[in-house]
């Protein structure tokens, strides 16, 4: 098994969810349309401010789908050497990408971005698909060191090119492909080991002294910090769900379709009712009705004649992360992305196994295909999905005058949402073109 449709369904889901939560209009629509912490009209971020809404899955849930998605593309390596080898080379692929893409931006270039910028930003993402597709030739090859010597070459023309100025959701990404294929690969064969790993990254956020001058050592802190190191507690549930993608579900499940139907339907209600009690801050009913749907889905699973391990696996992990989370929010003032709490953590990396979940028993019985290929499409060329928006879509809107209708569409709840899907939409457009082509960017 080389891919998994749900995984790469989640990933995708997330990649697009992210794209669709930067692109609605901003300030005129419901508080549980934004982030949690940066309410309407303003925006202004506020760390006091405690909460879970939709926009907040979708960064966890991409870790998480990363996690799962290590030991499917390291199972078959057998040389630790090759895989230290593969796993920096990523990491610093990942960073030059989060450097190179930031300062591509053209309101990045420029403070008053012209026509200049916004075809240089065209180009670098041209440079970008050269760079990141695989090589398959030697001319290819020989294309890709060029496109990095030009990329290069313009990074250091640019005025306010600044190293230490990058795109961080890429930047933690690297870390936690760098880490926790690290953590993965040397604890593949004793996994309550890579569990334990966990709680000496906590104890290093707690604790004073020594740990202190842990947590602030950087080489490099432009690349590296230890504060990034705290989305292990997404990742490392996630290879747990890579590892149990990999078992085989057994056949005759069929007798049990309607109750694995049932718990598919729970999972959506599970995050749906979460969404609403952790934003309203319902925090008693909303464990109350949790432990209750929980409860529920596990004597269901107890009770089906034909057990599916990978699926039991999923569910039993994430209910317990959810309960577990929930019980967290009444410490560190709630439940929050940023500065991120266990609870959040714990919550989150919950809710992204029972979809997880979800998705597999509907693409397994044969429901909601069509949802799950165009999610899984999206799903396998995250990258172009993540700037594509910035670098190709805005300049050319910019450029032909057609931003101005996008801008119009500010002005009204119904319109500001449409907006964000139609920019959603082409992106998602773009991305599943480079899929249909096999132009896969990868690291």
Not at 84 to 113: D, E, K, M, N
Not at 157 to 171: A, C, E, G, K, T
Not at 219 to 236: A, E, G, H, S, T
Not at 237 to 255: I, K, N, S, Y
Request: positive net charge.
């Amino acid at each position: 098994m080389n891919r998994s449709n749900s995984l790469d369904a989640l990933r995708g889901f997330a990649i697009l969810a992210m794209v669709l939560s930067s692109s609605i209009a901003f300030g005129i629509l419901p508080g549980w349309m934004y982030h949690a912490q940066t309410p309407p009209p303003s925006h202004q971020f506020n760390p006091d401010l405690p909460g879970l809404t939709w926009v907040d899955l979708v960064f966890p849930f991409f870790l998480f789908s990363m996690g799962a998605a290590i030991p499917l593309a390291l199972k078959k390596k057998t040389s630790t050497l090759k895989v230290s080898g593969h796993v920096l080379q990523r990491y610093l692929l990942l960073v030059f990408f989060a450097i190179f893409t930031l300062h591509a931006r053209a309101w990045v270039q420029s403070t008053q971005p012209g026509i200049t910028e916004q075809l240089m930003s065209i180009v670098c993402f041209g440079l970008l698909a050269v760079m990141f597709v695989r090589a398959t030739s030697r001319w290819m090859l020989l294309f890709k060191i060029a496109a990095f010597a030009v990329a290069l070459l313009f990074l250091y023309s640019q005025p306010h090119f600044d190293i230490n100025r990058s795109d961080v959701i890429i930047i933690v990404l690297a870390n936690m492909a760098f880490f926790g294929s690290l953590a993965w690969w040397f604890t593949r064969r004793h996994p309550l080991v890579r569990i334990g790993i966990l709680p000496f990254v906590a104890a290093v956020f707690i604790a004073g002294d020594w740990a202190q001058e842990v947590y602030n050592w950087s080489p490099f802190p432009w690349m590296y910090k230890f504060y990034y190191l705290k989305y292990l507690f997404i990742i490392i549930p996630g290879t747990f769900a890579g590892e149990w993608l990999m078992q085989a579900v057994p056949e005759g499940t069929g007798t049990d379709k309607r109750s694995w139907m049932i718990m598919a339907c729970c999972t959506l209600l599970l995050v749906v009712l979460n969404l609403v009690g952790l934003q309203a801050r319902w925090q008693l009913l909303n464990l109350v009705w949790s432990v209750a749907i929980g409860t529920f889905m596990l004597v269901l699973n107890s009770r089906l004649q034909m057990r599916v391990p990978a699926w039991s696996n999923f569910l039993q992990a994430g209910i317990y992360l959810l309960w577990l989370g929930l019980c967290f929010d009444s410490t560190q003032d709630g439940i929050k992305k940023d500065p991120s709490t266990y609870s959040y953590y714990f919550v989150t990396g919950g809710l992204a196994f029972l979809v997880l979940l979800c998705f597999c028993i509907l693409e397994h019985y044969g429901r909601a295909t069509s949802l799950i290929r165009y999610l899984a499409a999206n799903g396998r060329n995250p990258m172009v999905a993540y700037v594509a928006g910035n670098l190709l879509l805005l300049p050319l809107l910019r450029l032909t005058g057609a931003m101005e209708l996008f801008s119009l569409m500010e002005k009204n709840v119904w319109l500001g949402v449409l907006r964000g899907l139609l920019f959603t939409g082409i992106v998602s457009l773009i991305t599943i073109f480079f899929v249909r082509r096999k132009w896969y960017w990868k690291t």
